[in-house]
């Protein structure tokens, strides 16, 4: 069975530029979550989805990061524009069930520049 | 919301067991004491995960203190592969985001 997968593995982009990042998730898990690590700083949770809905989005930073997850199945997390301190690894994770164990993706390694 | 404390790095000799401590005094009754660990340039993994009893599992076993105010991760042979940041972790009952501190640097010497 295929763990959670995200792309691009890294990604450098220009302050001001927009990236988009994506997570497919185990197949058949409704539960997507996105977490980050910017610099020194520990893991943090941004978002949680429930097939296509937010159930939780307490962890977004700003206004400058959308997350989507269109039809329930893979989900995008756009940063528009990036700034220099949205650089860090941004993790997705999944889980069949609420409150079931968590499968982490390798993660997306974003420098803005 | 309750916080964990854990040292910052340990040691341990291949082929020995390792017990990584992790004190949560101010957990709550509800709250599920979850630990994962980071291989180098991987994700966050799954590990092991308690409540009151004390778990079992072919990764380690987790000791939890009756008082449920500290709990050990303990990998029985380490290996290697094994050398990690090891998160332990509480999960509100009613609460799906998992709050990660620093960790432990585990590193296992041949």
């Known amino acids: 069975e295929a763990g959670v997968t995200q792309f691009p593995s890294h990604s450098v982009i220009e302050k001001g530029q927009t990236v988009t990042l994506r997570c497919d998730p185990i197949s058949g898990h409704d539960n997507l979550y996105w977490y980050r690590r910017v610099m020194g700083k520990e893991i943090k949770f941004l978002l949680h989805f429930v097939k296509e809905s937010k159930q939780d989005e307490s962890g977004m930073p700003n206004n400058r990061f959308l997350a989507e997850r269109t039809g329930g199945t893979y989900s995008t997390l756009k940063v528009q524009p990036a700034e220099l301190e949205d650089s860090g690894v941004y993790f997705c994770?999944?889980?069949?069930?609420?409150?079931?164990?968590?499968?982490f993706g390798p993660g997306t390694r974003l420098t803005v520049l | 919301d309750a916080k964990t404390t854990q040292p910052n790095s340990m040691e341990s000799n291949e082929e020995e067991p390792v017990h990584l401590p992790c004190n949560h005094s101010t957990i709550s009754g509800t709250d599920y004491i979850h630990w994962y660990r980071q291989l180098p340039s991987q994700g966050p993994e799954y590990v092991i995960h308690?409540?009151?009893s004390n778990v079992n599992n072919r990764m380690a076993s987790l000791a939890i203190a009756e008082d449920r105010k500290s709990s050990t991760l303990i990998l029985h042979r380490a290996t290697l592969r094994d050398a990690a940041v090891y998160y332990c972790?509480?999960?509100?009952?009613?609460?799906?985001?998992?709050?990660f501190g620093a960790g432990t640097r585990l590193t296992v010497k041949p």
């Open positions: 994770a999944s889980s069949q069930v609420v409150r079931d164990t968590q499968y």
């Open positions: 972790i509480l999960r509100p009952y009613n609460n799906n985001d998992m709050r």
């Open positions: 308690g409540l009151t």
